[in-house]
Structures are given as structure tokens and as C-alpha cells.
């Protein structure tokens, strides 16, 4: 990852800038690359403030929300996320390795 990138991740990590993010994109934007740096509590965080702000459009937070949860051992969480995720994108081409993955975690409670 470019160092230049790293910093503006890492300063948006910040409260006051935090703030200034209103946007449900910029929210999910943020909540994704916080994700891939490993920092779940912070994506979570933006991950659900996208869904409060877009619903329906930011339905792949969904998705993020469900690795995330499954990383936690919160497989139920990590289940209803991706169940929401389908209800959101029914028609997506993998629906059918969802569906049972959601099925898998569901049994593995």
C-alpha cells in the first residue's frame, strides 16, 4: 500500500475527521479500507454508520459486516448479514454459495 495512502487512512481514524464524513459512500469507502487493514472495530463502526445513512445502497457493507463478524466467532451476526445482503442483491451471481454459507453458519451454532 502506498505510504501516502496509509496516513490519509490512518489520520481519518480520528474523531474530528471522522465527523466531517456525513456521505454514506465516503462512510463505506472508509469502513472497507479499514477492513482490509485489519481494523474491524473502526469498519465497523463506518460499515453500520453507511448502512444508518444509504440502506439499500451500501447493501456490501453487508458482506464486509459478515467477515468481520465470522473473524469474531459471531457466526448468528456474520449469518443474518449476508442474509440481508440477499435480500438486498436476490440476483447476485453467487447467491447459491451464500446461501450456504449462511446454512453453514447457522448449524455451526
Known sequence: MFPSLLWSIT????????????????????????????????????????LELGKEEMKEAHRILAIIYASRGAKQQAADQLDAYLKLAPNTPDAQKLKDKIRELRESN
Open 11 to 50: 489520520t481519518m481514524r480520528s474523531n474530528n475527521l471522522r465527523k466531517t464524513i456525513t456521505q454514506q459512500p465516503s462512510r463505506n469507502f472508509l469502513g472497507q479500507a479499514l477492513a482490509n487493514l485489519g481494523l474491524f472495530d473502526e469498519a465497523e463502526k463506518e460499515l453500520l454508520a453507511s
